[in-house]
């Protein structure tokens, strides 16, 4: 142990801890910008470059960044003198001096970091004036890039290669032109980017943003000619409840429902309908998959990966050509619940599939560029029109004066309202794998699962990849599941060269400890136990619903029964399946 | 050694020599004998040092007190003709350059600094602006990541500590001494000296002199008059008159 | 993603280029130092390829290309000329020097003049501080130079 005192505060902490931390420990908050930390989910970025953190260390020439800086025995850290105060005052009136300062205007008002900095530090004027460095403004249809406001902390860069593993940004120029964007400064969407949103998540400032499309939205309710149709997905409601002023972990389903009933929506519906639906064709995918194996055939592709998550889905597009075969066909959840509502419920209800406009709420970014891919149209028409954020949904609420706080507790529409506890499990890492088995099981054996949780998947701290093996009546089915693309990408990479440990199924969600972590959520600032707490929510609400496996859900045995005949079976392929595309860069050589 | 000396290049010399001794033994002293103004040492980093610090010996230790360092070992010698305000924004021009962008002060203190810099040099400076100069100056130092940021303002302080009076002139008077801050020049013709040959107006790339209505007793032709918004203080028109009627104020 | 077009012969030499440092990232530096050796300049596909030979994504070997002054995506002119501006040549006038060349060549500092015969570069001291101020052009050093002999010299290479 160590012995130091800051602000003559007596503090005892382990060899290695930083100022920064040891500071916190001793509950002196000491202010960051470009630190970035998501504590035991192994994403830290500290490149030690805003210097907003610099205290005052006895003994030492120039003044230390905290957050880089280790303790040292008998250190003297000050962390509030008229130096150190001066001196970050000045940096923050600096980083000021080259950014647009058009708040007001900006989408991250009132959750901007650089915001709370210069309030929090009483900064009046910016005495520096100057030029500011200006770039091209790009956008993909998730993602919008605005670098005029960037301040060189760099999450993005590390999210997007150290997580992520995707590579689409780097920090690029030197000096005051410095900034982090695509190769040759190209659109975002020209390269390897899989619009998983996570720099979105990660931006302190107005740099990144997501796509707006709550105009859209709205344009669609005001439209008399329309039927408007919304679906929710199971990681929104356990984090919808934050924009509200609730505490992380709150379940706001029957609330989010009775507001969106408000907001105009002719129909309430639930994503987590069409995730059991989901779990029935990718449970008899895997099930058909490996009995093939079982049967001797040796082209059958295992391991089966998951499809629900666009960014993965993507990710895997433009990395991985040559292992098109291995994902799940199956539709996301987002999508089989489009097409459902375009071809059966339109019908159902006498609209042409055009003058019917499905909403989807996500915890994520990624969604919106899902929806618009040229597979998911019929004729022009997208089987989901847009897709909304939990955030933009909790700005369109506050917009039609509405408070969450104040909504009564009402159900979702029916027929493709009702879901099970394996739907929502969808929204945390690990939960699309544990819905899986749950009904995987019981069709395949034939009797019912002896213990419903699947423990050893579940959790959002510990091992980057978590394996679990089920006893499927003597046949021993091995899984496997991780969050993040850096670790979905190792795991593709084991599979390219023949599957040592034998997977048989593989769930990827790109996002940090899965939908719950989405770039669509609420902005967590680095706090892993919100993320924490929205999966324990997640849960609870599936230990409390009264039916736990998709294959009990009354109304998806009604739909096969009424529609589609059987999972996998040929009206399920023609709506409920697609296939994927090589995206990947091709280099070709001319004469 | 390099700069306005008369002998430049490569030169060895025991420790606790002194500056004098360098620049006026080895270095023959200034080129065409003008006045020693400035050393600077210690490459851009470094800091200048005055006619006051002439007979400091030259160690790691007194260097660094007297607001420079050793550095790379260079030295360049200055003299009447450069300006001191300029050689700092031309130091922090290089270091604008030279910077990586990691970390804000550096990437934008350094800017900054540059800029006031050029407010200074082209006259539109204030009192204020060297005080925040200075504040500035030493923030960059005391917060920057690495050397560069952490030394790149010795030029800026070094200059403000020993050539305060010129840095006062060009922020009150409006005036550079060394005639090297072209925005405080003025180029003006003696209208009795000029004979109306017009050479200067046909060299001057800003087609910026004309001819007046005035001919000075003695001369033929009019005189010529210099447009001092158009002109870009290029010299070109002091270099051509034979007569020495223009002049630089 | 991109497609990349590029010929034959060029795609064959980044490749040697990279199996000589055994395609390992860490030598991306060393390898476009190669490249740009053999081909004056670093255009995008090149890069897309070195990227794809050492298994980096090409954002990375961007960032290296416009972080290192000595690394170029524009192409040089036959002739690149060098103006230095270190402290010794400033002093004497290296400024005016670097005004002359451009109003010669009527090109500005980075750029080739439309015919490609010349580019026009500033440096930071080549080490010829006692024959300030200086300019190179290839790799011949012209030294106390003053504005009025740019136009021979630019003449010796017309």
């Given at each position: 142990?160590?012995?130091?005192?800051?602000?003559?505060?007596p503090?005892?902490?382990?060899?290695?801890?930083?100022?920064?931390?040891?500071?916190?420990q001793?509950?002196?908050n000491?202010?960051?910008?470009c630190?970035?930390?998501?504590?035991?989910?192994?994403f830290?970025?500290?490149?030690?470059?805003?210097?907003v953190?610099?205290?005052?260390?006895k003994?030492?020439?120039n003044?230390?960044?905290?957050?880089?800086?280790?303790?040292?025995?008998?250190?003297?850290?000050?962390?509030?003198?008229?130096?150190?105060?001066?001196?970050?005052?000045?940096?923050?009136?600096?980083?000021?001096?080259?950014?647009p300062?058009?708040?007001?205007?900006?989408?991250?008002?009132?959750?901007?970091?650089?915001q709370?900095?210069?309030?929090?530090l009483?900064?009046?004027?910016?005495?520096?004036?100057?030029?500011?460095?200006?770039?091209?403004?790009?956008?993909?249809?998730?993602?919008?890039?605005?670098?005029?406001?960037?301040?060189?902390?760099?999450?993005?860069e590390?999210?997007?290669?150290?997580?992520?593993?995707?590579?689409?940004?780097s920090?690029?120029?030197?000096?005051?032109q410095?900034?982090?964007?695509?190769?040759?400064?190209?659109n975002l969407?020209?390269?390897?980017?899989?619009?998983?949103?996570?720099c979105?998540?990660v931006?302190?400032?107005?740099?990144?943003?997501?796509?707006d499309?709550?105009g859209?939205?709205?344009?669609?309710?005001?439209?008399?000619?329309?039927?408007?149709?919304v679906?929710?997905?199971?990681?929104?409601?356990?984090?919808?409840?934050e924009?509200?002023?609730m505490?992380?972990?709150?379940?706001?389903?029957?609330?989010?429902?009775?507001?969106?009933?408000?907001?105009?929506?002719?129909?309430?519906?639930?994503?987590?309908?069409?995730?059991?639906?989901?779990?029935?064709?990718?449970?008899?995918?895997?099930?058909g998959?490996?009995?093939?194996f079982?049967?001797?055939?040796?082209?059958v592709?295992?391991p089966l990966?998951?499809?629900?998550?666009?960014?993965?889905?993507?990710?895997?597009e433009?990395?991985?050509?040559?292992?098109?075969?291995?994902?799940?066909?199956a539709?996301?959840?987002?999508?089989m619940?489009?097409?459902?509502?375009?071809?059966?419920?339109?019908?159902?209800?006498?609209?042409?599939?055009?003058?019917?406009?499905?909403?989807?709420i996500?915890?994520?970014?990624a969604k919106?560029?899902?929806c618009?891919?040229d597979?998911?149209?019929?004729?022009?028409?997208?089987?989901?029109?847009?897709?909304l954020?939990?955030?933009?949904?909790?700005?369109?609420?506050?917009?039609?004066?509405?408070?969450?706080?104040?909504?009564?507790e009402?159900?979702?529409?029916?027929?493709?309202?009702?879901?099970?506890?394996a739907?929502?499990?969808?929204?945390?890492t690990?939960g699309?794998?544990?819905?899986?088995?749950?009904?995987a099981?019981?069709?395949?054996?034939?009797?019912?699962?002896p213990?419903?949780?699947?423990?050893?998947?579940?959790g959002?701290?510990g091992?980057?990849?978590?394996?679990?093996?089920?006893?499927?009546n003597?046949l021993?089915?091995?899984v496997?599941?991780?969050?993040?693309?850096?670790?979905?990408?190792k795991?593709?990479?084991?599979?390219?060269?023949?599957?040592?440990?034998?997977?048989h199924f593989i769930?990827?969600?790109?996002?940090?400890?899965g939908?719950?972590?989405?770039?669509?959520?609420?902005?967590?600032?680095g706090?892993?136990?919100?993320?924490?707490?929205?999966?324990?929510?997640?849960?609870r609400?599936?230990?409390?619903?009264?039916?736990r496996?998709?294959?009990?859900n009354p109304?998806?045995?009604?739909?096969?029964?009424?529609y589609?005949?059987?999972?996998?079976?040929?009206?399920?392929?023609?709506?409920?399946?697609?296939?994927?595309?090589?995206?990947?860069?091709?280099?070709?050589?001319?004469? | 050694?390099?700069?306005?000396?008369?002998?430049?290049g490569?030169?060895?010399?025991?420790m606790?020599?002194?500056l004098?001794?360098?620049i006026?033994?080895?270095g023959?002293?200034?080129?065409?004998g003008?006045q020693?103004k400035?050393?600077?040492?210690?490459?851009?980093?470094?800091?200048?040092?005055?006619?006051?610090?002439?007979?400091?010996a030259?160690?790691?230790?007194?260097?660094?007190?007297?607001?420079?360092?050793?550095?790379?070992?260079g030295?360049?010698v200055m003299?009447?003709?450069?300006c001191?305000?300029?050689?700092?924004?031309?130091?922090?021009?290089?270091t604008?350059?030279?910077?990586?962008?990691?970390?804000?002060?550096?990437?934008?203190?350094?800017?900054?600094?540059?800029?006031?810099l050029?407010?200074?040099?082209?006259?539109r400076?204030?009192m204020?602006?060297?005080?925040?100069?200075?504040?500035?100056?030493?923030?960059?130092?005391?917060?920057?990541?690495?050397?560069?940021?952490?030394?790149?303002?010795?030029?800026?302080?070094?200059?403000?500590?020993?050539?305060?009076?010129?840095?006062?002139?060009?922020?009150?008077?409006?005036?550079?001494?060394?005639?090297?801050c072209?925005?405080?020049?003025?180029?003006?013709?003696?209208?009795e000296?000029c004979?109306?040959?017009?050479?200067?107006?046909?060299?001057?790339?800003?087609?910026?002199?004309?001819?007046?209505?005035y001919?000075a007793?003695?001369?033929?032709?009019?005189?010529?008059?210099?447009?001092?918004?158009?002109?870009?203080?290029?010299?070109?028109?002091?270099?051509?008159?034979?007569?020495?009627?223009i002049?630089?104020? | 993603?991109?497609?990349?077009?590029?010929?034959?012969?060029?795609?064959?030499?980044?490749?040697?280029?990279?199996?000589?440092?055994?395609n390992r990232?860490g030598?991306?530096?060393n390898?476009?130092?190669?490249?740009?050796?053999?081909?004056?300049?670093?255009?995008?596909?090149?890069?897309?390829?070195?990227?794809?030979?050492l298994?980096?994504?090409?954002?990375?070997?961007?960032?290296?290309?416009?972080f290192?002054?000595f690394?170029t995506?524009?192409?040089?002119g036959?002739?690149?000329?060098?103006?230095?501006?270190?402290?010794?040549c400033?002093?004497?006038g290296?400024?005016?020097?670097l005004?002359?060349?451009?109003?010669?060549l009527?090109?500005?500092?980075?750029k080739?003049?439309?015919?490609?015969?010349?580019?026009?570069?500033?440096?930071?001291?080549?080490?010829?501080?006692?024959l300030?101020?200086?300019?190179?052009?290839?790799?011949k050093?012209?030294g106390?130079?003053?504005?009025?002999?740019?136009?021979?010299?630019?003449?010796?290479?017309?």
């Amino acid at each position: 142990m160590i012995n130091l005192t800051i602000d003559n505060k007596p503090v005892q902490v382990e060899e290695g801890t930083t100022i920064l931390k040891a500071a916190r420990q001793a509950g002196i908050n000491i202010p960051t910008l470009c630190y970035f930390e998501l504590n035991g989910m192994k994403f830290e970025n500290k490149p030690g470059g805003c210097r907003v953190c610099v205290v005052e260390v006895k003994g030492r020439k120039n003044l230390a960044p905290a957050c880089a800086t280790d303790c040292m025995e008998g250190m003297e850290v000050f962390t509030h003198s008229a130096r150190v105060i001066n001196a970050r005052k000045t940096v923050v009136e600096l980083i000021l001096s080259d950014h647009p300062n058009d708040c007001l205007q900006c989408e991250k008002n009132g959750d901007c970091e650089l915001q709370a900095l210069a309030k929090r530090l009483g900064i009046k004027e910016i005495p520096f004036k100057g030029a500011q460095s200006t770039y091209r403004k790009d956008a993909t249809l998730s993602v919008e890039r605005d670098m005029d406001k960037c301040v060189m902390c760099r999450r993005c860069e590390t999210m997007c290669n150290k997580f992520q593993s995707v590579g689409a940004l780097s920090g690029v120029n030197r000096g005051f032109q410095a900034v982090v964007a695509p190769a040759f400064e190209q659109n975002l969407g020209d390269s390897s980017c899989v619009n998983c949103g996570q720099c979105v998540q990660v931006c302190p400032v107005g740099a990144l943003t997501l796509v707006d499309n709550i105009g859209d939205v709205m344009k669609a309710i005001a439209d008399p000619t329309k039927k408007v149709v919304v679906q929710t997905a199971p990681a929104v409601r356990v984090a919808l409840g934050e924009e509200f002023g609730m505490q992380p972990g709150e379940i706001v389903t029957g609330k989010m429902a009775a507001a969106l009933r408000r907001l105009g929506f002719d129909y309430v519906f639930d994503t987590d309908w069409s995730a059991d639906l989901t779990i029935m064709e990718e449970g008899t995918e895997l099930l058909g998959r490996v009995k093939s194996f079982l049967a001797g055939d040796k082209n059958v592709k295992l391991p089966l990966f998951t499809s629900c998550c666009p960014g993965w889905v993507t990710f895997y597009e433009k990395n991985f050509p040559d292992l098109l075969d291995y994902p799940s066909t199956a539709k996301s959840p987002q999508q089989m619940f489009g097409a459902v509502a375009k071809n059966y419920f339109a019908q159902k209800i006498g609209v042409k599939r055009e003058d019917l406009v499905v909403v989807s709420i996500m915890p994520c970014l990624a969604k919106k560029s899902e929806c618009a891919r040229d597979e998911f149209k019929v004729n022009g028409d997208p089987d989901v029109n847009f897709s909304l954020t939990t955030r933009e949904l909790a700005h369109m609420i506050k917009q039609c004066n509405l408070d969450l706080n104040d909504m009564p507790e009402e159900d979702f529409d029916s027929p493709l309202g009702q879901s099970t506890g394996a739907a929502v499990i969808f929204g945390a890492t690990g939960g699309v794998m544990e819905a899986a088995v749950r009904t995987a099981y019981e069709i395949y054996c034939g009797k019912p699962l002896p213990k419903i949780d699947l423990e050893a998947v579940r959790g959002i701290y510990g091992d980057s990849v978590r394996t679990a093996t089920v006893d499927f009546n003597g046949l021993a089915v091995k899984v496997a599941i991780c969050y993040g693309l850096s670790n979905a990408r190792k795991l593709m990479e084991e599979v390219r060269n023949g599957n040592p440990n034998g997977y048989h199924f593989i769930e990827v969600m790109a996002c940090p400890g899965g939908c719950i972590g989405g770039a669509g959520q609420p902005y967590h600032h680095g706090h892993s136990d919100i993320i924490q707490k929205r999966m324990e929510a997640t849960y609870r609400e599936d230990a409390g619903k009264p039916i736990r496996k998709s294959h009990e859900n009354p109304d998806i045995i009604a739909i096969y029964k009424e529609y589609y005949g059987e999972p996998c079976g040929h009206l399920s392929h023609e709506q409920l399946h697609t296939h994927y595309f090589d995206k990947s860069d091709k280099i070709e050589a001319t004469k | 050694m390099a700069g306005q000396i008369n002998n430049v290049g490569l030169i060895e010399v025991p420790m606790g020599i002194t500056l004098r001794e360098i620049i006026y033994e080895i270095g023959g002293g200034i080129k065409g004998g003008r006045q020693f103004k400035a050393v600077q040492t210690g490459g851009p980093s470094g800091g200048c040092l005055t006619a006051k610090h002439l007979d400091t010996a030259i160690d790691y230790d007194s260097l660094v007190a007297a607001g420079s360092m050793m550095g790379s070992g260079g030295m360049v010698v200055m003299d009447e003709t450069s300006c001191m305000p300029a050689i700092a924004k031309f130091y922090l021009e290089f270091t604008c350059e030279e910077s990586c962008g990691k970390c804000s002060p550096c990437r934008i203190g350094n800017k900054r600094l540059c800029e006031m810099l050029e407010k200074i040099t082209d006259g539109r400076g204030t009192m204020e602006d060297l005080q925040e100069l200075r504040n500035l100056a030493a923030v960059i130092k005391d917060t920057a990541l690495c050397g560069l940021g952490q030394t790149s303002p010795n030029p800026v302080l070094s200059t403000l500590d020993n050539f305060w009076d010129e840095y006062v002139e060009h922020v009150v008077d409006k005036k550079c001494r060394a005639g090297v801050c072209k925005k405080l020049m003025r180029y003006e013709i003696d209208r009795e000296k000029c004979i109306g040959c017009g050479k200067c107006a046909k060299g001057c790339p800003a087609e910026a002199i004309t001819r007046t209505d005035y001919t000075a007793p003695g001369h033929k032709l009019a005189s010529m008059v210099i447009d001092s918004e158009k002109c870009l203080k290029c010299g070109a028109c002091i270099g051509g008159c034979k007569f020495g009627a223009i002049s630089v104020k | 993603m991109a497609n990349i077009k590029l010929s034959e012969d060029k795609i064959k030499t980044v490749k040697e280029i990279a199996a000589s440092f055994g395609n390992r990232p860490g030598e991306v530096i060393n390898v476009l130092h190669q490249v740009q050796g053999k081909f004056g300049y670093l255009p995008a596909e090149i890069q897309e390829v070195v990227a794809h030979e050492l298994n980096i994504p090409v954002s990375r070997v961007y960032g290296i290309v416009s972080f290192y002054s000595f690394f170029t995506m524009e192409p040089k002119g036959e002739h690149p000329i060098d103006v230095c501006l270190g402290t010794a040549c400033y002093v004497r006038g290296a400024e005016k020097v670097l005004d002359a060349f451009k109003r010669e060549l009527n090109v500005e500092v980075g750029k080739c003049t439309p015919d490609g015969k010349f580019s026009l570069n500033t440096l930071r001291c080549v080490g010829a501080c006692g024959l300030a101020p200086v300019a190179m052009i290839g790799d011949k050093v012209y030294g106390r130079l003053t504005p009025d002999m740019v136009r021979d010299i630019v003449a010796e290479y017309k």
